[in-house]
Each structure stands twice: as C-alpha cells, then as structure tokens.
C-alpha cells in the first residue's frame, strides 16, 4: 500500500512537471520571435544636439508609445520662425467653469518673446518642425496618472505668471479672462478686433553703449551694439534672453526700484556672462579701454573693405562667426573666377578692347593682385592707368 | 513571612507591566495599514504659488465654513499678518519675502500635513483621531471629548477649537477633503488651485516627483523635502527655494513624534493594566492588613 502511494505521488510530480514545463516553452520561444520595431527618428530629431535616452525612457520609442520623461528644455530649442508667421490672437480656456475666455494677444508676447526669451520660452519642450500644441504634453484633467508635469491650467498660469507677477498693474482674473458673465460672442470679438493689427512697437537700440567699471588697467568698456547685430548678426535672444519684462515694462514704478548696477559685486562669470561666450580667449584689453573706443574699423585687420566689400555681411567670408579666423587676404583665396577668359571685365566698369582682351591677367595686375594698382609701364612708356585706358569704360 | 509575600508581590506585578509594555511597544494606534505603499500624499511647489488664496475660499466650500465671494480673496492686505490654520479657516497661505526677485514673494500654504506617524491619533484619549489608510488623519466628532490633547501634542499645531460654540464645539482641521476623495474627487485645495501648486497622488511618487523637479531645476530648489522624514514622515511634502522653517514651518525630528511617551503610556494602559494593578495593590493591602490584624488580636 505504501509503495503504490509513493508510486503515485511520483508520477503526479513527473506529469505536473512535464505540463509546468510544456506551458513554459512557448513563451520563452515566443519572447525570441518577436522581431525589433526599428522606428527612423524624423528629419527635425536628426538635428537635435542631444542622445535619445535623455527623453526617450525606451530604446524604440513610437509615436504611440513615446515613452518620454522629463528633459532639460534649454536643449531643445527648436523653433524657427519669426514673431510675424504666428497667430496675431489665441483664444485660451474654452471650458472654463468659473473664469471666461481669453483673448491671448499671441502676435506681441511673441515679438516681445523676441528680444528676449525667445519663442521657446513659453514653447518648451518643442521638437523640431511645427509648433506642438500644448494639450500633448499638458493634460487637461487634473487627476490623473501622470504627474510629472502640471496640468493645462497650470502651464498656462505658470508661463503667464513667470512674467506677469512682476507687473504692477492689475494682476486680478478679469485682467486676462473675461467674467462668465460677459462672455459673449460680441465681447469675444471685441477683443479680437482690438488686437488685429496690432504689434509691439519696435525696439530702439542704442547703438553704442559705454559702461564705467572698477577695472584699474581700463575703466572703460565700449560695447557697441549695432556691430554686434547689424555686423556680427547676433539675435537679441543671444544675450538678452535672461531679461525680465520689467527691464522695459514699468520702469517708471516707485516701488522697489531695480538697482542700476545690478551687477556689483557678482562673480566675473556673471558680470561677463553676455560678453564670454564669443570672447572667451580674448585679453582684458579686449575690451577694458581708458578711452571711448571707435567702431569696429576692419582696415585695422590689413584688409581693408573699400567699396566692393563694406556692404558684405561678415559671415559670407568669415564662416565660423565666433573666430576671427585669419582669411587670405588675397583676390583669388575667395574670388576664384578672376582667371583670363573666364572674367567678364565689364564687371569692373571698363571693357578691354581688342588687343588686351588677349592678354593675361598678371600682365597689368603683378601677380594678379587685383587691389594694387594696375601697372601699364611694362609695355608702354609713359602711360598709366587711368589715365590711359586698355579700353571703354562704362557705367556698372 | 511578611516580607516575603510583599517582595513577592511587587515583582510579580512589575512583571505584568513589564510584559505588557513590551508586547505593545511595536502597535500601531489603528489597526489598518495605516502606512500602505497607496496611501496619497500632496507635494507643495512653493515656488509656483502666486498668494491668490483661492485654496483658502475652497476649502472652507468644501467644508461648510461661510466662505464669502471667490473675487474678495485677492484681497492682499491678509499678509501682512502671519495666519495659522484655525477653525474658520483650515488652510491659509502665507506671505514671506524673496529676497532673490522683490517684486516676486514667496508663498506658502499650510494646513494639516496629515503625518504617518500622527501624534494628535497617539494623544487622543478616546480614539477620536484616526489615521486611514489612504494618508488621511481625521477627526470623529462623535468620540471627541473636548480635552484638547491633540492641540497641544501635534508638532504643527493645526487642529483647533471652536471655543466661540457653547453646545457642541469641534476640534477643526484639514481632512484631506476625505469625504471627496472618496467620491473620487481632489481635495478642493488641489482642484481649484490655478497654479497646480499642490500635486495629489501616491505619496512614493510624490516624493519621487520632488526630487526630480529638484534635480532638474537645482537653481530653483533648496535640496531639501520638508515632510519627507520629518516626524517620520507626513502626507504632505514642501520643497521651496528655501528650507521650509524660514518660512515659518516648524523644524522638527525625525523621529516619530508620538514616540517612546506612546509606547510607555500604550503598555500601561493596555490590557486593563491599571485597573487590576490598583486594585490588586488595594486587595494587598487589605489582606496584609487584616493578616496583622489577625496576628494583633491573637
């Protein structure tokens, strides 16, 4: 008896095992099968100066599962159109229960936005191409799963706030929404018309700016303004994009006025924060000057612009903006197409005649340097340029 | 023979009490899991709170409290006083100053922070605090007494009284809006809040949440989590720009407020622990002094 029971029980133990075992080997030849989804990111994430993971929690992230966490938003700044393509108005808070509508004046944030913390300051987050809509990261509802980020009426009221806490005026609902009880048709419409047309009024730049520091071997910094956005083509957003809006907005407040020399006593990396980026391997002197300094002069360089290169902007011979880089300073290092039989003469506001059309370009310019003067004195005595002429001038 | 019986006595009944103490020093104040992985939690971004006080009005809708016009609480002048929570009001937003940016304060609301380890629960002779299993501390009116334990023993001082109600005073404080999270509603706090200050959810996430927004942001955020371990914890979590006792919260231990004083006081008074050891030290007395009455009149 005790044997036959033992003999079950070890059959029971075998065949359990076998069906454990049965039930185990497909799913682990079913987890080999299934293939890799490989998903190409898109032209715009391409462009991005950043690794996947830093948003990505996966390793093949869909557009149905991005499976993304929260990341730095300075590394995504993506948006690339001016203040003038966006909408002039927005309508926000469609659903409100206790506050109306608002009529976002969209057109002069964004122009505003621009000399200073430029579009990606309110669109964040914002991967190359076009603008996401803030419902696709912002959830409507509150309760919900997620709660790394705030909720719509929250980001809403952030972005606003980030700015407008520092206003002095009404800061009241009613200065953006309208109340439920006047939220009609006419009322909404009112206040898009005001805002049709409507724009930020330029900003006026000084053109040169002269600071007073403490600095003994050169109290004087001489910033010129114009050079570095007219000439050097920097953005407004380059250096002005820590500004707050009271910087312009509300100087005239009595309370609490912003202290003129911010910067005393700050670390050297704060004061010069604006100036190091582009001039970090530049001496003191650079800038530091016991006298007002002139405008940029590029003959100071040993090239000077003259006339045919002074409307140039700079970056169409020096590539990379922030290196003075030493070009040749020779015709052909840039003009390549000044050879004999390829230049059209007539260019330069004198068509050769017949017989010096034949010759080559050193015969008159000594190794071919075409902003020496032209020497005619190797074949004909006494003649000069322009005096005598190898042709017909003409207007250009 | 005396001698002996009294030694005898005594060490028996420090044995008792010794023993109970000990069996109960490890016993929860309620016998839910109080401290469940789900239990919610609320985390309190100080730096996104701009004082519009519409916490303060929902709160008291949400509780019966006369509450006023929503629009007569951007009233602003209420800072220039520091508020604690009381009965008229079991949430108030305070005033304090940024010295970063002037023009931009900082704000911070208080109420009951609801903490893991609740002494208010611990002091309350009559069990009329109890703490629920998802993160609340409540208080049941029909319990209370009125002694006011709770008041003195509750290291944020939050509940209060209503001394001005002659029949049935309350003990008021925040209850984590408990009758509408179990609607499945936010507390009104968090709902009406038009900055998302205050984030509701599973307390471990939460925290996970802060210390995420503190990494992201160090220039932002004091690394610091005030409620994280303090008193061993609480519901409700802070992270600021600052630690959070410069801005009038209390700094406190770590430790469990309730404590070793609850340990002591549970084991003494469990198991009928008093009652049989009085009454057995009287029915000894008794009997040694009717013994030596015996031995006198012999």
Known sequence: MKNKTLIFVVIFIAVSGFIIGQNQIPKSKAGNKSKEIIVKPNDGHQRLPIECKRCHSCDFPTKKNPCLIACPRNELITIEHKPEEGPEYVILNNNGKRYGKVVFSHLIHAQMADISIGCDGCHHYNIAGPIEKCENCHKQERKRKDISRPDLTASFHRQCYSCHRDWSHSNDCSYCHLPIAKETKENIQKKMNNLIGKTHPEYVSQPKIIYETNFENGRLVTFNHDEHVKLFGLTCKTCHQNDRCTKCHDVDRTYDKPRKHDLKGQPFEVVHQNCITCHKDNSCNKCHMNEVKDKFDHKLTGFDLGKHHSKLPCDKCHTVMNLPNKLNPSCISCHTDFVTGKFNHKRTGLILDDTHKELDCESCHPSRNFAQKTVCSDCHDNYSYPKQKPGKSVTK | ?298
């Open chain 2, 1 to 298: 023979m005396n001698k002996i019986n009294r030694r005898n006595f005594f060490k028996k009944a420090a044995a008792i009490a010794s023993v109970a103490a000990v069996s109960t020093q490890n016993a929860d104040s309620a016998s839910t899991n109080i401290l469940s992985d789900e239990r919610m939690g609320v985390l309190v971004d100080t730096t996104v709170c701009i004082g519009c006080r519409h916490c303060e009005w929902a709160c008291k809708e949400a509780h019966n409290i006369p509450a006023g016009q929503l629009d007569d609480y951007h009233d602003r002048s209420v800072f220039k006083k520091f508020r604690r929570p009381d009965e008229t009001a079991l949430t108030v937003v305070n005033e304090f100053e940024n010295q970063k940016n002037k023009l931009s304060p900082i704000f911070v609301k208080a109420q009951c922070n609801h903490c893991d380890h609740p002494a208010c629960v611990s002091a309350c002779i009559v069990g009329a605090f109890s703490k629920f299993e998802n993160g609340s501390v409540v208080w049941d009116g029909s319990k209370c007494i009125g002694c006011r334990y709770c008041m003195v023993a509750c290291p944020f001082q939050v509940p209060t009284f209503e001394y001005n109600k002659a029949i049935e005073p309350r003990i008021m404080k925040c209850d984590f809006c408990i009758e509408r999270t179990k609607q499945g509603m936010l507390p009104a706090c968090v709902e009406i809040c038009p900055m998302e200050v205050m984030t509701y959810g599973p307390r471990n996430e939460i925290i996970q949440l802060a210390k995420e927004r503190i990494s992201l942001y160090p220039n932002r955020y004091e690394n610091y989590i005030y409620g994280e371990k303090e008193v061993g914890g609480t519901s409700w979590v802070y992270i600021g720009n600052k630690k959070m006792w410069e801005f009038g919260m209390p700094k406190l231990k770590l430790s469990p407020a309730p404590g070793v004083s609850e340990s002591i006081q549970h084991g003494i008074f469990a198991y009928f622990v008093p009652p049989i050891a009085l009454y057995s030290l009287l029915g000894g007395i008794m009997w040694l002094t009717k013994k030596r009455s015996d031995l006198e009149e012999e």
